[in-house]
């Protein structure tokens, strides 16, 4: 050991290979200058993986020539990771191939992680992921080709931000080739999610456990041929897709099949996308533009934001309406808002649907104090009950009505943010 150190002094075992030593030496060379380490074309073989510490640059002389390999000779740990533990900054990754690996770049930093760039990377046979990382903010993926592992992108946890993916393919994921776990304005723009197809896994999964998980955006991607659910969500508070290109899962072993969604009670953007097979929309879905061959049989939104709730429900039996139609709470508990409930009374196939529009007033001055005022119809009965920030409705009608839908359109009035959820 003592006789390698005098070559490679920063060695730790006497397995360490070459060409592992060479790139770290140099990488350790240009750490104060803020400089650029340049893999030259070849094959090389890691033990251990590559340090990056912040404002340096690793980058290929070749995009497909630079291959740090390790395919063949596999490692269980990720080929670069961030030198220091607390903060990675303003560091570049580019024009590289990266074989094999648990992960081809795993990012994880205690306090910090901003102004990373990794650009025009293929990675490959990953046993984890291709890149997974936590803390992240203000960071670019661009022009990258992410396979086969068994995540393409992770995001580890809160706080990570303003993450942008541009023009990149993702593709024969075994799990999922986004995974969000908290993210603040994740944008996805161009490129690709293909092959892959799993019953019962999602292409897209999203899963807050507490945490964040807003502004999360996939425009003009092309999507074929991957997991069952185009999209799993839980607890997301917006996630929308514009002018994508949808095609259909592979999962099923028969062909193309439709996508379908597990989204639960999370409102999903649909903006002019085009799907080349009927599929059924999210139970929660905000349609804009053109949604070629997308089937709503949820609930319809036509406009949610602090000021506007408009929908069309999805469809109710007497006994759920009875339970809670929808609740409306404002921001601190204050507020007021004003507008239609219509209902859309069904008897049956030999009956006509019935209307009852109902004139909807509340206002709330704190957490208990709640004045409504909800017109009356003589078919109808309606039921206000408080809750925290606001108030539930729900409705009982005749036994010969068999199912309902509501329409409704409510307007704030610009003192407190609303916030309307359909039960």
């Known amino acids: 050991m003592h006789e390698a150190r005098t070559v490679y002094p920063f060695a730790e075992r006497l397995d360490q290979s070459l060409d592992w030593a060479g790139i770290q030496a140099a990488i350790d060379s240009v750490e104060a200058s803020a400089g650029t380490v340049t893999v030259p074309i070849g094959h090389f073989v890691i033990s251990d993986s590559i340090r990056l510490p912040s404002h340096v640059t690793l980058r290929g002389e070749s995009r497909n020539g630079s291959v740090i390999d390790n395919q063949y000779h596999p490692i269980d740990a990720p080929q670069i990771v961030n030198k220091d533990p607390v903060a ?159 095609t259909g899962t592979g999962a099923t072993g028969h062909g193309m099949a439709a996508y379908d969604f597990d989204c639960g009670a999370d409102l999903i953007v649909m903006a002019d996308n085009h799907w080349d097979l009927p599929t059924v929309a999210p139970a929660n879905a905000l349609l804009q533009g053109d949604n070629a061959n997308l089937i709503v049989t949820g609930t319809r939104w036509r406009e949610r934001s602090g000021s506007r709730a408009a929908l069309l429900s999805r469809r109710f039996t007497g006994n759920e309406a009875k339970e809670r139609l929808f609740t409306l709470t404002f921001d601190k508990g204050a507020g007021r808002a004003s507008g239609l409930l219509t209902l859309l009374l069904d008897g049956g196939s030999t009956q006509a649907i019935r209307r009852a529009t109902l004139p909807l007033d509340v206002a709330m001055n704190g957490e208990r104090a709640v004045t409504w005022r909800l017109g009356g119809d003589p078919i109808v009965a309606t039921h206000v009950t408080p809750v925290a920030g606001g108030a539930a409705v729900a409705v009982t009608v005749p036994a010969a009505i068999t199912s309902l839908r509501f329409d409704l359109a409510l307007d704030g009035d610009g003192t407190a943010p609303l916030r309307v959820e359909v039960a």
Do not use: W
């Not at 022009?143 to 942008?164: K, Q, R, W, Y």
């Open 88 to 246: 990675f900054l303003y560091a570049t990754i580019r024009d590289l191939t990266l074989n094999g690996g648990s992960h081809a770049i795993k990012i994880r930093a205690t306090r910090e992680v901003a102004g990373i760039v990794i650009e025009a990377i293929t990675s490959n046979l990953q046993g984890e992921g291709n890149i997974t990382f936590s803390s992240m903010q203000t960071t670019v993926i661009r022009d990258c080709h992410l396979m086969d592992g068994a995540t393409g992108i992770f995001v580890e946890g809160f706080p990570c931000n303003s993450i942008h993916v541009i023009n990149t393919r993702l593709g024969r994921h075994g799990d999922a080739s986004v995974r969000l776990r908290g993210a603040d304005g994740f944008v996805m723009i161009g490129g690709s999610m293909e092959a892959g197809g799993v019953a019962r896994k999602a292409t897209i999964d999203i899963e807050t456990g507490g945490a964040y998980a807003n502004a999360i955006h996939f425009e003009n991607v092309y999507f074929e041929n991957t997991h069952q659910h185009l999209l799993r969500s839980r607890g997301a508070r917006t996630v929308s897709f514009r002018g994508c290109k949808i």
